[in-house]
Nanobody, 125 residues
Framework: QLQLVESGGGLVQPGGSLRLSCAAS????????IGWFRQAPGKEREGVSC????????KYAGSVKGRFTISRDNAKNTVYMQMNSLTPEDTAIYYC??????????????????WGQGTQVTVSS
C-alpha cells in the first residue's frame, strides 16, 4: 500500500511560481508512474502532468506545457512539479496519484491506484 502526501501549495500572485512535492511511503516507489491532477470548483478533475516509471518520460496538458515541469527523485521517494507563470486559471486543488505501471496517462484518473489528499493552489492578486 502506497501512501502519498502533497505539499507546497499556497497563495501566489499571477505570474508567480510554486513547487509542489508528492512524498511517497509504504511501497517501492520507483515501480509507480506518477500523475498530477487538479480540480477546480465546479469542474471535473483533469490531468496536468505525469511521469513514467519505465523511463522518466513526461507528459503535460496543453494548458500547462512550457510552464510546469514534473520530475522525480526515486532516492527521496518524491515527485515534484515546478509551476511557473501561474495564472488564476491554475487555481485548484492539486492531487498526486500513483499508477502501478510503466507508462503514465493523464486521460483517466481511474487508472491510478493511490491518491494523496491534495494541496490547494490559489493564484490571485
Amino acid at each position: 500500500q502506497l501512501q502519498l502526501v502533497e505539499s507546497g501549495g499556497g497563495l501566489v500572485q499571477p505570474g508567480g511560481s510554486l513547487r509542489l512535492s508528492c512524498a511517497a511511503s509504504g511501497d517501492t516507489f520507483d515501480i509507480y508512474s506518477i500523475g498530477w491532477f487538479r480540480q477546480a470548483p465546479g469542474k471535473e478533475r483533469e490531468g496536468v502532468s505525469c511521469i513514467n516509471s519505465a523511463d522518466d518520460l513526461t507528459k503535460y496538458a496543453g494548458s500547462v506545457k512550457g510552464r510546469f515541469t514534473i520530475s522525480r527523485d526515486n532516492a527521496k521517494n518524491t515527485v515534484y512539479m515546478q509551476m511557473n507563470s501561474l495564472t488564476p486559471e491554475d487555481t485548484a486543488i492539486y492531487y498526486c496519484a500513483a499508477d502501478f505501471g510503466y507508462f503514465c496517462s493523464m486521460d483517466n484518473p481511474y487508472e491510478y491506484d493511490f491518491w494523496g489528499q491534495g494541496t490547494q493552489v490559489t493564484v490571485s492578486s
